[in-house]
């Protein structure tokens, strides 16, 4: 009997009948299932229903749990926030898309019922991805401080441009004046980095991507770098403080306080099947090759 733990936060009305059902056929399977306790609150008053599900609401009752699974379901915005319940276990998460994008929640509506089926037959495989991890030189305090996909700094409060000042393993890379700079990992690689012009890497990449916001200069381009290395930011900026932001969760720091980034020894565990693969998600979801032409 598979004990799966269900995440979600909004999601569309017209998904009702699909996420009934998907919970339905998990119940016909045998499975145990425990809900977030704002998910399950926010189905019963939106839609009328009347679950009763066992519920959890933090990482320390997922973990008091057991779940062979976390399945969240929603976008890839909705899996990031996912990651703090998880951070550091081995429960492996399952992305169940019911958004638009989704380089991370790419099991489609299509896809899910074969999907969850071959899940729970144990015909899938584990895709680990590598996670960036962020120190503070000061007192200030960033927790949870890890990104699945990007740690971003950026100005606060005020229009005009930023300094920040990279080293690379102690050794000085750059200066960049800009909105703000991203590094990446090749999970981020197909979120605000490929906003902002940057490389996509694939997720076995052992890199990290380095990629200006609205750069001044226009010859300063992304710089993809091995993940061993220890990137150092120090900020300057006019406003004395700037924006920090791990994936969804933004801080605000003093210009004294630089950061120090680098691989986090733990990684993220991604279910995959053969319904949702890294090429094909690319290729539906950029429309490579959507042409008339072809």
């Known amino acids: 009997m598979k004990r799966i733990a269900i995440f979600g936060k909004r999601i ?11 919970i339905d056929s998990l119940l016909q399977e045998g499975c145990s299932i425990f809900i ?24 320390e009752g997922i973990l008091e749990l057991k779940p062979d699974f976390l399945l969240v379901v929603g976008g890839d915005g909705t899996l990031l926030d996912a990651t703090t319940l998880v951070e550091g276990t081995e429960i492996p998460i399952i992305g169940l898309n019911t958004g638009r994008l989704g380089f991370l929640a790419n099991i489609t509506r299509d896809e899910a019922p074969l999907a969850l089926k071959s899940i729970l037959k144990g015909d899938y495989t584990i895709d680990e991805r590598n996670v960036l991890e962020a120190r503070t030189s000061s007192d200030e305090i960033i927790q949870p401080n890890f990104a699945l996909n990007e740690i971003a700094v950026s100005r606060k409060g005020t229009t005009s441009m930023i300094s920040v000042h990279v080293y690379l393993n102690g050794d000085f890379l750059n200066t960049y004046w800009a909105d703000g700079l991203l590094i990446s990992t090749p999970t981020g690689s197909t979120g605000y980095n490929l906003s902002c012009s940057g490389p996509i890497l694939l997720p076995g990449s052992n890199n990290f991507i380095i990629t200006p916001i609205a750069p001044h200069n226009l010859t300063v381009r992304p710089l993809v770098i091995p993940n061993t290395d220890t990137i150092t930011l120090k900020i300057e900026a006019r406003e004395g403080n700037y924006l920090a932001s791990l994936d969804s969760r933004v801080f605000t720091l003093e210009c004294e306080t630089e950061l120090t980034i680098k691989k986090s020894d733990y990684r993220f565990k991604l279910v995959r099947t053969q319904y949702s693969d890294f090429a094909s998600t690319l290729r539906n979801k950029l429309l490579w090759g959507q042409d008339r032409r072809n």
């Open 36 to 59: 977030y306790h704002g998910f399950q609150r926010r189905i019963n008053e939106h839609w009328k229903l009347d679950w009763s599900f066992p519920e959890f609401k933090s990482r």
């Open 12 to 22: 569309p009305d017209e998904v009702q009948t699909f996420v009934e059902r998907t």
